[in-house]
């Protein structure tokens, strides 16, 4: 009996560790044949006058997401994204929504937000400058940048936070780099419920 399940639980690491070698070998791969700087970004702060940059990030491991509330996927994504904000916060991790809703839908985008519990900085792009900096076509596209600002990887649709191929090019960008010094958000730079 125990030799049956002691070759299910090798299987089931040597499994498990080749697909992490696999995952990291190919983000090595898209990183070198892939990686370019994140362009120049600029929104604002959901909820308040505030803009924030990009580049204030610089110094962190960034997930920056574009979503819209009427998007679907968009929705499934965002609990996981908080698992990975809250998780991987204290290594020098930020996740960073950017809403693409149009016009003044701040009140709609807020309690979109507190229904779903979130705590990672929320910021608005009502005109979707987004896409066009980022090159995207809609919603939902996230981009993984390293700390000194450029894309490692960019999902197209879904993403699925929490498989393990996502957590290992997550994994290894955070630990491509030390965080050279804490760098925070600007005042205001994230969601805050009242």
Request: hydrophobic residues 45%.
């Amino acid at each position: 009996m125990r030799g049956p399940r002691l070759a299910r639980r090798t299987s089931r690491f040597l499994g498990a560790l080749v697909a992490t070698v696999i995952a990291l070998a190919c983000w090595g791969l898209s990183a070198a044949a892939a990686t370019r700087p994140a362009p120049e970004y600029t929104a604002r702060v959901l909820g308040g006058s505030e803009e924030v940059t990009l580049a204030s990030l610089r110094g962190q491991v960034v997930l920056l997401n574009t979503w819209a509330t009427w998007c679907v996927p968009c929705r499934q994504e965002i609990p996981g994204f908080e698992a990975l904000y809250r998780k991987y916060r204290e290594r020098g991790f930020i996740m960073v929504g950017v809403n693409i809703d149009e016009g003044r839908a701040d009140v709609s985008v807020e309690r979109y937000i507190e229904a779903l519990d979130v705590s990672f900085p929320i910021w608005r792009d009502a005109r979707n400058r987004f896409s066009k900096r980022f090159r995207v076509l809609g919603v939902p596209e996230t981009f993984l940048i390293d700390r000194a600002g450029r894309i490692v990887h960019h999902w197209r649709g879904l993403m699925v936070p929490d498989a393990p191929q996502n957590l290992a090019l997550i994994e290894a960008a955070l630990e491509a780099s030390a965080p050279s010094a804490a760098v925070r958000l600007p005042q205001g730079g994230g969601w805050s419920r009242p």
